[in-house]
């Protein structure tokens, strides 16, 4: 799936159209560049899930914050600062993100892709403009 968004509330939108449809275990690749909107995705999928967006921050510093107050708990990585990683050495809660939905910022640092998961793009595409794809990981 293409999206175009020409806002921040266009990509809220996005993404919580798409948190509508996801079940427990779900996990969500983010990847683009500085600024192109991936912690706005995830406000969006806060949002969908019935969780308040305002309190969605980005995790640069303390790598994973875990929001449990929505249809479905709603855990939030963000890999930035780190070169290479594996998803089991983050010190996050597995049980959690198993009852609910991973979404995890410059996923492309992971060592391994979890099975499964959604590869979701954001591409900036002119000043207020991105491209938004969701697809299902590469092989």
């Known amino acids: 799936m293409i999206h175009e968004s020409r806002s921040e509330d266009d990509t809220h939108r996005i993404a919580a159209a798409l948190a509508a449809s996801l ?4 996990v969500l690749l983010l990847s ?7 912690t706005a995705f995830v406000r969006g999928l806060a949002e969908g899930l019935k969780i308040d967006p305002a ?32 998803l089991d050495e ?20 992971l060592t391994r ?14 000043e207020d403009l991105r491209t938004i794809t969701i697809a299902p990981p590469r092989s």
């Open 90 to 109: 983050l010190g996050m809660d597995s049980e959690l993100a198993e009852r609910g939905v991973l979404a995890i910022e410059w996923a492309e640092r």
């Open 32 to 38: 683009g560049d500085l600024g192109a909107g991936k």
């Open 113 to 126: 892709l979890p099975h499964g998961a959604l590869v979701v793009e954001l591409m900036v595409t002119g």
């Open 23 to 26: 079940q427990p275990g779900a």
């Open 55 to 86: 309190d969605v921050t980005s995790p640069t510093f303390t790598l994973v914050h875990e929001y449990r107050h929505g249809r479905l708990p709603l855990v939030h990585v963000d890999l930035y600062r780190l070169e290479q990683v594996d």
